[in-house]
């Protein structure tokens, strides 16, 4: 192979690994000493890319110049240095002791809320920066062009890591940050003032999100989709690193920009999933990253249903949502009923990962993967088999089944975080894989032309025929939670250590668990490419893991039955305000941000405890 | 005759020498206490016996069968029970159901996914609460007890599993004075009337002079000193290590600095 050409892959693998390495360094250090994971710290470099690329040019039309052009960049990333503070001093500082789920959701409704601000500031059009005075000329490399900004920034990583070091070495600062990254209770015990670390963390995180994102601007231009894209590629890189460690994150990067710039000659369209794959390979060898530490989790950090006295005319109960729900047709038009189908398999999904989350308590980020499997199985089966739904339902829940026990049996070892970021990873490949395999899956477009058999066609028939799976599913899930099986996976999220001395074997139940929720998760992506009659590859991604998150979080996630109540409410909220507003997803993340602040037991919770709390 | 047999146990982590060739026996029925002060390496050596630590060198036999390499689990099957030093119990379920859990485990049924768990092995349950006088707060959430009943929860689930040994890791630790003589002087008579054999680590010295028919001295990770309470007693060593002189702190003769 030409030298030339590996010299220029090689060289623009070190750009984006600096690029890559000033982003998830303050990723890294946030989580050490905050033990937060924060998704919104993509948000963070994308406000950088966008404040860069329109403060940058004004600046130079007062005076060009290589010193404004880099002064502006430092002001973006001082300015997201700042915004990093607000967001610690009004959300961050109250959830550090909570649940690393709601810690999760919470950032991620931040990353909600500054995707519809930046569109209403900077405007929904992409930004292209301008290009860095003093190095528009490409440089010759072997004969082959290669441009001299790159050169700069490959410099720029190694300069970073050594100014963090300095910083970390050197200060009373970064003394304090070391210290908290190792031992967090003891620094408090020590009489730091934990606030102020916290927010100085904060401020440097953000600041080097911010100067991530800034560097950007003469090669990318701003947009929209920049902050889940590099917050995805920023947790594999802090992940990999070791949560916590610098040093981590700059090995990781750089394995990570090579492995991106020699992918393509291998997998031309999926580098992503090349990434990923090393996470998993990582993780299934060293499950705490290179250089990460075991995490302590208390036992405040699981969070999931608890045994209750079953309640008295329980059948009874049953017996009447049963009526209600198979007469719902007779007073409802076709677009309620439309509307209603769709609640009814959310609920199903959301049911399925409380199996996880609320008795297993496995913090699963991924869960829309086997959704996904579910829906692209059985579209899969008819587009190419051209099979009756009566059997692509089973094959697509059975795909989805095959795909948890294969996910299950590598991330059951993992706990915490990596879990969450492990299930998250594998979402993500199999989103790239639907994106990009394009022959068989559409790629974008998905498949369409997915409708049900003829007796199930109109929306009354295929409506009782999703209550009727969700009920029956609903139900044997119920019984399995209640069963010694549910038990045991309760038993193991309460106390791994007393699970293990009474010979449970923890793990085979977690991916046994895996296994079922993924199955039952398939159904209702089943259901819903049926429902649809298409699918496409946003049913793996984040936000419908995120979607059914929520659900469970609306809902309770101490209660059995919180979730289908969260997917009813979400689903009707969303059918009612979504086309009333173009700030949907503002009110999305703030009601998350506001659910998890001031009402973390739910609907279903808090209507139980007022009522216990009155007999 | 003899139940566990520990033998040449090593266990260090990275320099430091937790564990230097711990050899000792426990009898059938027999309480056996293992003391020193803190670092010594008791629950080095507690957790190597439980199966949470993988000796480096040294072997454990239980019956006569090899346990050295067996996970947690599989000691359970083999007869091996055991508290924590910080209680661990599923704080999520009643006191009842923590030992139906242990039980269900014993029976070999969590995997089963129909008949409801609360159902099951509930008379077996309540009689193992009661013989730790715990039978009143049955259906009483485990995260609603107090410390000292958690306690004698853990000690019924360890009981659960009919263990030939027990391991109790400083079982009185954050109890009140009365109730640490109580749970002990239970303990030993379910030891004495079932004939298990019961391994304890303590730092309570009445409770050791109390209850213990053996004890085995730790310091740095090495024995020191074993034998009846009244031997360890008069034992210089042990007098020295625990009272302290100037000579307490010297570092054992042919030990590597750590």
């Known amino acids: 192979m030409d030298p030339a050409f590996l010299a220029v892959q090689a060289l623009s693998g070190l750009s984006s690994a600096s690029s890559l390495f000033i982003t998830a360094c303050g990723l890294t250090i946030v989580f050490g000493v905050t033990r937060i994971v924060n998704f919104a710290h993509g948000s963070l470099y994308m406000i950088g890319a966008y404040t860069a690329a329109t403060l940058v040019p004004r600046l130079l039309e007062l005076s060009f110049g290589p010193v404004t052009f880099w002064a502006g960049i430092l002001a973006s990333a001082l300015i997201v240095g700042v915004i990093g503070v607000i967001i610690e001093v009004l959300l961050l500082r109250r959830i550090y002791g909570a649940p690393e789920l709601f810690q999760l959701l919470a950032t991620f409704g931040v990353v909600l809320v500054v995707q519809d601000l930046v569109v209403q500031v900077f405007g929904p059009q992409d930004i292209l920066g301008p290009r860095a005075p003093g190095l528009r000329a490409p440089v010759e490399i072997l004969g082959r062009r290669f441009p001299s900004y790159e050169l700069v920034l490959i410099a720029a990583g190694p300069i970073v890591l050594g100014l963090v070091w300095l910083l970390l070495r050197k200060t009373r600062f970064g003394v304090l940050v070391r210290a908290a990254t190792q031992d967090r209770d003891m620094v408090a015990s020590l009489g730091v003032n934990q606030a102020l670390l916290f927010t100085g963390t904060l401020f440097l995180g953000a600041f080097l999100a911010g100067l991530g994102g800034a560097l950007q601007i003469p090669r990318v231009s701003a947009n929209t989709g920049m902050d889940l894209s590099i917050i995805a590629e920023a947790f594999v890189v802090t992940v990999v690193g070791g949560m916590g460690s610098v040093p981590g994150a700059f090995l990781a990067a750089l394995i990570i920009g090579q492995l991106q710039a020699f992918g393509i000659l291998i997998f031309p369209k999926s580098t992503l999933v090349v990434v990923f794959l090393l996470m998993a390979v990582v993780l299934a060898i060293r499950p705490y990253g290179f250089f990460g530490r ?239 009659g298409s699918v496409d590859p946003s049913l793996l991604g984040i936000s419908t893991s995120v979607d059914a998150l929520t659900m469970l979080l609306l809902g309770g996630i101490q209660t059995v039955m919180g979730p289908l109540v969260g997917a009813a409410v979400l689903h009707a909220l969303r059918d009612w305000i979504m086309p009333l507003t173009s700030l949907w997803r503002l009110l999305l993340g703030l009601s998350i941000i506001a659910m998890v602040l001031i009402f973390p037991r739910g609907l279903v919770g808090t209507v139980r405890d007022r009522w216990e709390a009155r007999a | 005759m003899t139940l566990l047999a520990v033998n040449g146990l090593h266990k260090s982590f990275g320099g430091v020498v937790a564990a230097r060739d711990v050899t000792f026996t426990v009898a059938r029925g027999e309480m056996f206490a293992i003391i020193g002060p803190n670092g010594a390496g008791k629950s080095t050596v507690f957790n190597m016996v439980g199966g949470q630590l993988e000796p480096d060198r040294g072997q454990m036999l239980l019956d006569g069968q090899d346990i050295t390499h067996a996970s947690p689990q599989k000691r359970f099957r083999r007869g091996v029970g055991r508290t924590f030093q910080v209680a661990q119990t599923f704080l999520s379920m009643s006191a009842a159901e923590n030992v139906q859990m242990a039980l269900i485990s014993c029976y070999r049924q969590s995997n089963g996914l129909w008949s409801p768990a609360r159902d099951r092995h509930r008379e077996k349950a309540l009689e193992l609460l009661s013989r730790v006088g715990m039978a009143e707060a049955a259906d009483v959430p485990c995260s609603a007890l107090a410390y000292g009943d958690v306690k004698r929860v853990e000690l019924a689930i360890a009981l659960a599993g009919q263990p030939k040994l027990l391991l109790m890791d400083e079982p009185t630790a954050g109890m009140a004075p009365r109730e640490r003589a109580a749970l002990m002087d239970l303990t030993a008579s379910i030891a004495e009337s079932q004939g298990i054999g019961v391994l304890f680590t303590e730092h309570d010295m009445d409770v050791v002079f109390g209850h213990a028919a053996r004890v085995l001295v730790l310091l740095r990770g090495q024995i020191i000193a074993s034998g009846t309470p009244d031997e360890v007693r008069q034992d210089e060593q042990v007098r020295r290590a625990y009272l302290g002189d100037e000579h307490a702190l010297e570092r054992p003769k042919g030990m590597s600095p750590a």
């Open chain 1, 294 to 532: 075991a995490e302590v989790i208390g036992g405040t950090h699981a969070v999931g249903i608890a045994s209750r006295t079953p309640l008295p005319g329980r059948s009874l109960i049953l017996l009447v949502v049963v009526a209600i729900l198979a007469a719902f047709p007779l007073v409802a038009d076709a677009y309620l009923l439309k509307v209603a189908t769709e609640i009814l398999i959310f609920a199903l999904f959301a049911f399925s990962l409380q199996l996880l989350i609320g008795v297993g308590g496995i913090v699963s980020f991924g869960h829309a993967a086997f959704f996904g499997l579910g829906a692209y199985g059985a579209a899969l089966a008819v587009k190419w088999y051209g099979v009756s739904m009566e059997a692509a339902l089973p094959l697509g829940l059975a795909l989805a089944a095959l795909g948890a026990a294969l996910v299950g049996a590598f991330v059951v070892r993992l706990s915490g975080i990596y879990l969450a970021m492990m299930t998250l990873a594998a979402a993500q490949i199999l989103y790239a894989v639907a994106f990009q395999w394009v022959e068989v899956t559409g790629g974008d477009n998905g498949i369409v032309g997915v409708w049900p058999s003829p007796w199930a066609g109109g929306p009354v028939p295929y409506y009782l025929l999703t209550a009727a799976l969700t009920v029956v599913t609903v139900l044997l899930l119920k019984r399995i939670i209640d069963a010694p099986f549910g038990y045991s996976l309760r038993a193991a999220r309460d106390s791994e250590a007393r699970a293990e001395a009474i010979g449970l074997k923890v793990r085979q139940h977690r991916w046994l668990a895996f296994t079922i929720a993924g199955a039952a998760a398939g159904l209702a992506g089943g259901i819903y490419a049926f429902s649809r």
